[in-house]
């Protein structure tokens, strides 16, 4: 099955045999009526297991070539669970460029119970190897990075964490399974924010995680039902909504997203542009191989290179709204500095890129003259 049906179809088999619904039912219930003690039809209370829920975590292994999918409440929520595979003197070793949350997640939460981060720069590949040791546990990627665009190398990260035994996550949100597929290319754990484009309409939080292994699957969905951080039945739907159309939306995003990034970097009040679709973009040969496209996510800084000018921009948008969060089919405007990522000590920050006059953009799907036309008035 080709990917536009995945979206449509994947994984979705008997969804009603009570009335033949096309889509899968709401099911709006907490628990389920037993013929005997322990004598259910698959399901017996909602945290453990809803309908709903493993229709669209069917639609999530299908979409990601994987064989299981779980769903949370949040984007942090599943990340929180595969952190809860490791006890204290664990390493893990992350990006250095990423969504601020999850480094606050890292740093404040899971380093106070004993585990230790390394936070470095995975753009090239052989940097990784320095800080093994036999208590790593996990390579944490974000590709593209947040809010950078810094492009790191799945399959080359993949064969490092393999010669070691170490288990590999990739937080794949801003690509999504429609340009990226991690698994394929040797990841064990594929993590998403479905918030953001799997949703697509900016009416629901969600997040989930895709995996191959058996084993693997087991110890997540025990640490899901145990620690309870699942998602309602209605917002299962919605996300199940958003993925039928997430091949049409994705498409449109990228060509969006090419024409403002080649339209920003002829502005003469924009300074650097990052966006892994122009060839002198570090790592874009990379970004050809491992992606079939380039999104919709762009980041740039102001001339000025001041907070106060990048600030005057982003207030001035009319089309573009100043705002948390991405992947609607609204574009959106914001400043990480400030915004989504004001949890990160400001020298960690500039060491990255993430100064304050970046701008970050979340490329709708709305004509493009008019998304050209706001960022000329908002920068004049």
């Known amino acids: 099955m080709k990917f536009n049906t995945k979206t449509i179809h994947g994984g979705q088999v008997n969804i009603d045999p009570a009335y033949g619904s096309v889509m899968p039912p709401i099911y ?3 628990t389920y009526s037993q013929t005997t003690p322990g004598g259910h039809k698959g399901y017996e209370y909602s945290r453990s297991a809803n309908p709903t829920r493993t229709a669209l975590e069917n639609a999530l292994a299908s979409i990601e070539n994987g064989e299981f999918g779980l769903a949370f409440g949040s984007g942090l929520a599943a990340i929180d669970a595969v952190l809860k595979l490791f006890k204290p003197g664990d390493e893990i070793i992350s990006t250095s460029d990423l969504y601020g949350g999850s480094y606050r997640l890292f740093r404040q939460i899971f380093e106070g119970f004993g585990i230790k981060f390394h936070f470095i720069n995975m753009q090239d590949a052989s940097n990784i190897e320095g800080y093994i040791n036999n208590n790593t546990k ?7 990075t947040n809010p950078m665009m810094n492009i790191i190398d799945i399959a080359a990260t993949s064969k490092i964490a393999k010669k070691h035994n170490i288990l590999m996550a990739v937080d794949n949100t801003f690509a999504t399974a429609y340009l990226q597929q991690p698994l394929d290319l040797g990841a064990d754990i594929v993590m998403h924010s479905a918030t953001k484009y799997l949703g697509g309409h900016s009416d629901v939080v969600m997040g989930s995680l895709v995996v191959n292994d058996r084993e693997l699957a087991d110890r997540l969905y ?26 049409i939306r994705m498409q449109r995003h990228c060509e969006n ?40 996510m762009i980041s740039f800084t102001t001339i000025e290179e001041t907070l106060e000018s990048a600030v005057k921009v982003v207030e001035n948008l009319k089309v573009f709204t100043l705002a948390e969060s991405l992947g609607g089919v609204e574009s959106l405007a914001g400043h990480p500095a400030s915004m989504t990522h004001a949890s990160i000590p400001e020298a960690e920050r500039l060491k990255t890129g993430v100064v304050d006059s970046l701008i970050r953009l979340s490329v709708g799907i709305e004509d493009e003259e008019d998304l050209i036309e706001d960022l000329k008035q908002a920068l004049g």
Request: net charge positive.
């Open 28 to 30: 709006q219930t907490t």
């Open 138 to 144: 996990l390579i944490w990627v974000e590709t593209p």
């Open 222 to 247: 025990f640490i899901q039902n145990a620690s309870g951080a699942i998602c309602g039945p209605q917002d299962s739907f919605l996300v199940l909504r958003g993925i039928k159309t997430l091949h």
């Open 257 to 296: 997203g090419e024409k403002i990034a080649r339209f920003l970097r002829t502005h003469p009040r924009v300074g650097k542009v990052y966006w892994p679709g122009f060839e002198d973009n570090p790592n874009h040969d990379i970004a050809k191989k491992q992606m079939s496209g380039f999104g919709g």
